[in-house]
């Protein structure tokens, strides 16, 4: 199956099966959806997420993250930047997500990263998600 938009459906996947009570979940792994889990994971929203084989195709495996009352660790997910109209910001005009309770995840020169790092090392990017 060919995928206009890898991102969205990777995000779509984890918003569904959060809300499905999911522990875990499936998707085809790339390297850009690997390093968004990578940021996940660094961040808490994700309890651990893993590369594997199956039949003869990569799978990225995310384990997903809920607290003692079932409460799931991401509230929300939303795709910023499309295949059909990109988003590019400069290193000032990075903002807060959620007045600092989420993060926005950037692929940048230096590689993919939040926008707090981003700012942080003074680069700017395409601006692909918010998570809170």
């Known amino acids: 199956m060919n995928l206009t938009d890898p991102v969205a459906d990777f995000l779509t996947r984890v918003r569904n099966a959060i ?3 999911h522990q ?9 959806k690997a390093e968004i889990a990578r940021i996940l994971k660094e961040e808490g929203y994700i309890t651990n997420y893993k590369v594997t084989e ?3 195709k990569r ?3 995310v384990y997903l993250k809920y607290s003692s009352e079932n409460q799931a660790a991401i509230t929300d997910l939303k795709r910023i930047s499309k295949p059909g109209s990109r988003v ?7 903002r807060r997500v959620q007045g600092g309770l989420g993060i926005s995840i950037l692929t940048t020169p230096k590689g ?3 926008g707090r790092q981003a700012r942080r090392e003074n680069v700017g990017g395409e601006i692909l998600a918010h998570v809170w």
Not at 88 to 94: F, Q, R, V
């Open 19 to 21: 809300r499905s009570r």
């Open 24 to 32: 875990k979940m499936d998707v085809p792994a790339s390297n850009l």
């Open 54 to 56: 199956e039949e003869g």
């Open 59 to 61: 799978v990225l495996r």
């Open 88 to 94: 590019y910001l400069g290193k000032d005009e990075i």
């Open 112 to 114: 993919v990263m939040t």
